[in-house]
């Protein structure tokens, strides 16, 4: 089962090859941990939350806990092999915050997308003919999602991007960038992402301030941020993905949670091999 007494921990991890995290505690420090680069790691040792993030999404900037890693620190409860995206939940990891400590961390640099929740849609060509068609039964299909997911949503909007959100070129000028409205995706289907039915697919459709939106509807229903995407994805179709950008632990009442990638009713966390 999920142990907070390791997320507390394993938030203070030092990470050795990029970057040094430290938080005050009275407990002995935690030991210093190498997260798994994927830009370093074969492929076969990628998480299948990885290969989603940086395959499907275009995201780069996550990192894996390798396995053996979280074998030896008792982040895997009962399994020799990590538990990676066949329909189990966190509740049969006790996996912590390793992935979760990598996250907004102040750097000094504009903060960049794997550093936000984030939400996409690949539309099957069944249910559009074009791309306007595609990015209208996205919004309306997470319209339609959101309303049975929470008691109260928030009127805060969405809107539909090329990008995800924070990556450079979502804008086409200040301008846009001022009234938040960003390059729409456009062109004719394609094949589509590894985690959805073989075909053809029309994205991927970006939802655009997803990381607002989410906050106020977790508010609203007075859940946790990581339920209340637990709760979103299980309304939204299997062509929907939810990244879950995940939250460090940065004072008393803040729950730290780890990032994952949401599909449907599965979880994919940031394991490797």
Not at 159 to 169: H, R
Not at 182 to 206: E, H, M, N, R, V
Not at 223 to 248: E, H, T
């Amino acid at each position: 089962m999920f142990e907070l007494k390791h997320v507390s921990r394993l938030l203070c991890t030092a990470l050795t090859t990029v970057l040094l995290v430290g938080c005050a505690s009275k407990e002995p420090p935690a030991p210093q941990i190498t997260l798994q680069d994927p830009e370093q790691t074969p492929r076969e040792k990628w998480s299948d939350a990885m290969k989603i993030l940086r395959d499907d999404l275009g995201i780069k900037g996550q990192k894996d806990v390798p396995g053996e890693t979280a074998r030896q620190y008792g982040l895997i409860a009962g399994v020799s092999e990590p538990v990676r995206g066949n329909g189990g939940s966190m509740g049969d990891l006790a996996f912590g915050g390793v992935g979760a400590a990598l996250f907004l961390i102040p750097t000094g640099e504009v903060m960049g997308p794997w550093q936000k929740k984030q939400a996409a849609a690949w539309v099957p060509v069944e249910k559009a003919g074009s791309m306007t068609e595609a990015i209208q039964v996205a919004m309306d299909t997470w319209s339609q999602a959101r309303a049975r997911a929470f008691k109260d949503p928030t009127t805060i909007k969405v809107k539909p991007s090329a990008l995800a959100d924070n990556s450079p070129g979502q804008y086409a000028g200040p301008k846009e960038m001022f009234w938040e409205t960003p390059i729409l995706p456009a062109g004719g289907p394609g094949d589509g992402p590894s985690f959805a039915p073989k075909g053809k697919y029309y994205g991927p459709i970006f939802i655009s301030n997803f990381h607002m939106q989410i906050i106020m509807d977790a508010s609203g229903s007075e859940v946790k941020q990581d339920m209340a995407m637990k709760m979103l994805s299980a309304q939204l179709p299997d062509w929907f993905v939810i990244y879950n950008a995940g939250q460090p632990k940065s004072g008393r009442r803040v729950i730290p949670f780890p990032p994952s990638i949401l599909v449907a009713d599965k979880q994919y966390s940031f394991v490797g091999k």
